[in-house]
């Protein structure tokens, strides 16, 4: 079985994905698992884990809807604020989800050097 490790799905938001910019427009559009699909079953990719591209639970709740309708999603890699007092919550919350397989925080947007070794932070992760 061969699997694409890292791929993006959204409805495309600017206000939601700051990130992209105008030299960046091709990605200015909706990116859905039927459009991605042909082009896995051109190249022998067999299924895919979807990404979160932006930091919210939401997004993390509409990736594992999709996972749920689309057999080519295999996993997801959500998100969850590490550093809220609610994080064992939002863990036991989120691992009712037979799909998803873990979480990632996009270190290098935020403004402190130090965050990965922040106290809050720390313990979120532990």
């Given amino acids: 079985m061969r699997i694409d490790s ?7 938001n600017p206000a939601r ?5 105008n030299a960046m427009s091709i990605l ?5 698992p039927e459009d991605l699909a042909p082009d896995c079953a051109a190249n022998g990719i067999d299924a895919t884990v979807a990404v979160q591209a932006d930091e919210s639970e ?4 509409f990736l594992l809807e999709l996972a749920d ?7 997801v890699v959500g998100w969850i604020d590490f550093c809220s007092p609610l994080v064992a919550e939002r863990l036991a919350f989120f691992s009712r989800f037979k799909k998803l397989r873990g979480f990632r925080h996009i270190a290098q947007s935020e403004p402190d050097d130090r965050f990965l070794v922040r106290e809050d932070f720390m313990r979120g992760i532990a």
């Fill in 6 to 12: 890292h791929q993006h799905f959204w409805k495309y």
């Fill in 17 to 21: 994905y700051t990130w992209i910019t």
């Fill in 28 to 32: 200015k559009r909706d990116f859905l």
């Fill in 58 to 61: 939401n997004e993390t709740l």
């Fill in 69 to 75: 309708h689309h057999p080519l999603i295999a996993g």
